[in-house]
């Protein structure tokens, strides 16, 4: 199933945006002093076309674009010097998951076989592909909220040991029906994939923290019922310059709770019965490092991997205007 990045779960968080928040206000300076320069402007590069906060009062960020009515206070805080991310992104997506499933209703022509003890599936295998598009807006220098349609495929693969016979006895005694099934099966799905998200980032000079939630929902061809996803993940990370790299570092955790249900039809003689097997996230937790570059103010590259019993490779187009 769809999470992202997941997801992220990411391109987009740009976490620089609210540095010390727009709280701390520069004092005032007697006119005949000189300016002293703060922490921040160690973090000018002249290398880079990327911008980053000068630090001295009177000494404004603030682009004049159509698009400065957004963010919410963002003209407070680029004249304070902050550099803010340009309010309105784009952003196209790659994303492969693999991660183990746990199995719990099993249902055999609606039948549950699993209570009884007449089907054993031990677990699921998901191996899963995701390409999205996501539309982002900054509403606050620190407030994010995104939407995401996205198609997916991906196959699951599991053991399968059924005994039909207690279920259909009349139905296993015709011959040439085998009711006792020892398989292993494979599905084949793909599906469209919509939803939506929001980000809450801070920083102080050039360290950041963040935590972001997102839903999708996912029409899979081989589900009966919609697969959900919710993803929350929190990162922190560094910000600055490294020769002419600009861009942003970090590590975090990503939770994913996913649910939904594999139909599998099984052959029976003349007939087939469908099998219903509901699966959800076995481990829920796992660990991500990643990285963007911000190639201008208007384009950035973002790369992602998460490690553990889930793994997961991401990488995401932004275009910001």
Same mark, same amino acid.
């Given at each position: 199933m769809f999470n992202f990045n997941k997801s992220f779960i990411t391109g987009l968080l740009f976490l620089f945006c609210s540095s010390t928040l727009l709280a701390q206000q520069p004092p005032t300076? #007697? &006119?005949?002093?000189?300016?002293?320069?703060?922490?921040p402007t160690s973090r000018e590069n002249p290398i880079s076309n990327v911008p980053y906060e000068s630090g001295?009062?009177?000494?404004?960020?603030?682009?004049?674009r159509w698009s400065n009515f957004l963010p919410i206070l963002g003209q407070a805080a680029c004249e304070l010097g902050y550099v803010l991310p340009r309010p309105f992104g784009v952003s196209v997506g790659y994303m492969h998951q693999d991660q183990p499933f746990d199995v719990g209703d099993i249902f055999v022509g609606g039948i549950d076989v699993k209570t009884p003890g007449l089907a054993v599936v031990n677990e699921v295998q998901n191996e899963e592909t995701t390409y999205t598009f996501r539309a982002d807006v900054w509403i606050l220098p620190f407030w994010n909220v995104y939407g995401i349609l996205a198609k997916t495929n991906g196959t699951a693969?599991?053991?399968?040991?059924?005994?039909? #016979? &207690?279920?259909?006895?009349?139905?296993?005694r015709f011959p040439g029906n085998d009711c006792q099934i020892d398989t292993q099966f494979r599905l084949d799905y793909k599906g469209n994939v919509r939803g939506y998200g929001t980000t809450i980032a801070g920083g102080y000079k050039d360290f950041f923290g963040m935590i972001d939630y997102n839903r999708t929902t996912s029409d899979l061809d081989i589900s009966i019922t919609d697969a959900k996803a919710t993803v929350i993940s929190s990162r922190i990370g560094w910000n600055g310059k490294i020769g002419k790299f600009a861009g942003v570092l970090w590590v975090g955790v990503m939770y994913q709770d996913i649910?939904?249900?594999?139909d599998l039809p099984l052959d029976i003689g003349d007939n087939t019965l469908l099998v219903s097997i509901d699966q959800s996230t076995q481990e829920a937790y796992n660990y991500i490092i990643g990285g963007s570059w911000d190639i201008n103010r208007s384009f950035s590259i973002l790369a992602e991997i998460g490690m553990g019993k889930r793994t997961s490779q991401m990488l995401n187009f932004t275009y910001r205007f």
């Amino acid at each position: 199933m769809f999470n992202f990045n997941k997801s992220f779960i990411t391109g987009l968080l740009f976490l620089f945006c609210s540095s010390t928040l727009l709280a701390q206000q520069p004092p005032t300076k #007697e &006119p005949d002093q000189t300016q002293e320069i703060d922490g921040p402007t160690s973090r000018e590069n002249p290398i880079s076309n990327v911008p980053y906060e000068s630090g001295r009062i009177g000494e404004p960020t603030c682009e004049d674009r159509w698009s400065n009515f957004l963010p919410i206070l963002g003209q407070a805080a680029c004249e304070l010097g902050y550099v803010l991310p340009r309010p309105f992104g784009v952003s196209v997506g790659y994303m492969h998951q693999d991660q183990p499933f746990d199995v719990g209703d099993i249902f055999v022509g609606g039948i549950d076989v699993k209570t009884p003890g007449l089907a054993v599936v031990n677990e699921v295998q998901n191996e899963e592909t995701t390409y999205t598009f996501r539309a982002d807006v900054w509403i606050l220098p620190f407030w994010n909220v995104y939407g995401i349609l996205a198609k997916t495929n991906g196959t699951a693969i599991g053991p399968l040991m059924i005994d039909l #016979e &207690p279920v259909f006895p009349t139905l296993c005694r015709f011959p040439g029906n085998d009711c006792q099934i020892d398989t292993q099966f494979r599905l084949d799905y793909k599906g469209n994939v919509r939803g939506y998200g929001t980000t809450i980032a801070g920083g102080y000079k050039d360290f950041f923290g963040m935590i972001d939630y997102n839903r999708t929902t996912s029409d899979l061809d081989i589900s009966i019922t919609d697969a959900k996803a919710t993803v929350i993940s929190s990162r922190i990370g560094w910000n600055g310059k490294i020769g002419k790299f600009a861009g942003v570092l970090w590590v975090g955790v990503m939770y994913q709770d996913i649910a939904q249900t594999l139909d599998l039809p099984l052959d029976i003689g003349d007939n087939t019965l469908l099998v219903s097997i509901d699966q959800s996230t076995q481990e829920a937790y796992n660990y991500i490092i990643g990285g963007s570059w911000d190639i201008n103010r208007s384009f950035s590259i973002l790369a992602e991997i998460g490690m553990g019993k889930r793994t997961s490779q991401m990488l995401n187009f932004t275009y910001r205007f």
